[in-house]
């Protein structure tokens, strides 16, 4: 659920910084008075490259709230005519050119997503735009008298992503290399149209804010401001938002919520105060509070930080059900014929709790065997007679009873699995 929007207040840059959002920026005196001295209007872009944000994506959006959440004007830039060059920063080829109709696609997607984070309603309601608008209107000629005149190659070669291209020899496209001016524009189009004097993002796209800045100067004899966000590694050196299994994708067709759920469920124990800063909008004396301790208190932590997260990026409802099954799948207490239903249906959705379907009729040995939860009929056997197989909390008795219907099936205490009978 995205925040209510608040009158004008200061103190949010310090804010920031004590969450853990500020890496790079201009001139921190004059950025925090200018926030100050608000409102004002600020802004973030996202490309269409993905149909889907995850959760590394939900950094400048979660800055972008507070942001509002203090009486500042976000703006969310969605890119559908820079996403038709590609921003070359970080990447050793170049990007696949995405066809018109897809990037309409994704933007849709995106537009939806970053709706639950930031309120459009207000006096300092959110506003969304598609630099499409205004970037397709430009003639190639104009644009390069009007905007390309104002920037030195000299100093575009000194771009980082630019020179990592160039030192690999991994070539550079001329449709990349320009990805810099449009981006720029960006900055300088809203400054006019809207008053946005602050840029924020991710920290490898600082060369970029720099050329807005300069811009905005150059043009139109005014001062921007810009700062980024750190680019997190989790504590154990992944990417943020990347697990073994793919991205953690707000999409609940590309990531449930109980996955999404028990990713956050089950982050570092380093990681759980800093994710608590930047992932929710709980009070930092709460976080402090709650993570003080060790042991029980910081599995409450997380677990706090499981339903905050899915709670803004689903909804209470899906909370409750993936705190749910995650509460009760492991337990030993029981299950009313409604909790199973309940799990079923969660864990159904699941992309990553382990599920098969098999007929009706199936013994538990032939499902275990379908489900990979051993490897033959006579390993199932074994299980049985050893106590370890069990249909939800019951044990298994005679590896060729007959399933009554959807269940998770165990194997061990470790090895579960949910099998639809259908």
């Known amino acids: 659920m995205a925040p209510t929007a608040h009158p004008h207040r200061p103190g949010v840059f310090e804010t920031l910084k004590a969450r853990g959002f500020v890496k790079t920026h201009t001139d921190e005196d004059a950025l925090a008075a200018h926030f100050d001295a608000g409102p004002v209007v600020y802004y973030a872009g996202f490309d269409p490259t993905a149909d889907s944000l995850h959760a590394g994506h939900l950094l400048p959006v979660m800055c972008m709230s507070w942001l509002q959440r203090f009486g500042h004007k976000p ?82 070669l000194t771009a980082e992503g ?30 006019r149209e809207h008053g946005c004097t602050v ?9 970029h804010f720099l050329g807005g800045i300069e811009l905005i100067r150059r043009v139109a004899g005014n001062r921007g401001h810009a700062f980024t966000i750190p680019l997190l590694l989790t504590a154990s050196g992944k990417k943020m938002g990347k697990t073994e299994a793919g991205a953690v994708f707000l999409d609940r067709d590309k990531c449930s919520p109980y996955d999404w759920f028990q990713y956050w469920l089950n982050v570092d124990d380093e990681d759980v105060e800093r ?3 930047l992932y929710t909008w709980l009070p930092l004396e709460e976080i402090e509070a709650a993570t003080a301790e060790g042991g029980r208190a910081l599995r409450d932590a997380k677990r706090l930080l499981a339903r905050a997260t899915t709670t803004m990026a689903h909804s209470e409802a899906d909370t409750e059900d993936a705190d749910f099954v995650s509460a009760t799948l492991f337990s030993k207490q029981p299950l009313s014929d409604q909790d199973k239903t309940r799990i079923v249906r969660v864990l159904g959705e699941s992309g990553t709790f382990a599920k098969t379907t098999v007929p009706a009729g199936t ?46 099936l165990w194997a061990g205490k470790k090895k579960a699995a949910l099998v639809v009978v259908g």
């Open 363 to 408: 013994t538990w040995a032939d499902a275990a065997v379908a489900a990979e939860l051993v490897s033959s009929r006579s390993e199932a056997t074994r299980m049985v007679k050893q106590g370890g197989a069990k249909v939800w909390q019951d044990k298994v008795t005679d590896a060729g009873a007959v399933l009554e219907g959807s269940a998770v």
């Open 75 to 156: 703006i969310v830039v969605l890119g559908g005519g820079t996403g038709r060059v590609g921003d070359p920063t970080g990447k050793d080829r170049t990007r696949d050119m995405l066809t018109p109709e897809r990037i309409a696609h994704n933007l849709q997607c995106q537009k939806e997503q970053i709706s639950r984070y930031l309120s459009f309603e207000g006096d300092n309601a959110a506003i969304m735009v598609d630099n499409a608008e205004w970037l397709m209107e430009w003639g190639y000629v104009d644009f390069l008298r009007e905007v390309g005149r104002h920037f030195s190659v000299n100093k575009m």
């Open 162 to 191: 630019v020179k990592q291209r160039l030192d690999r020899n991994q070539g550079l496209s001329f449709i990349e290399f320009n990805y810099h001016l449009l981006q720029s524009y960006d900055f300088l189009h809203l400054h």
């Open 199 to 207: 840029q924020l993002g991710g920290d490898d796209q600082w060369f």
């Open 275 to 277: 994710f608590l800063r």
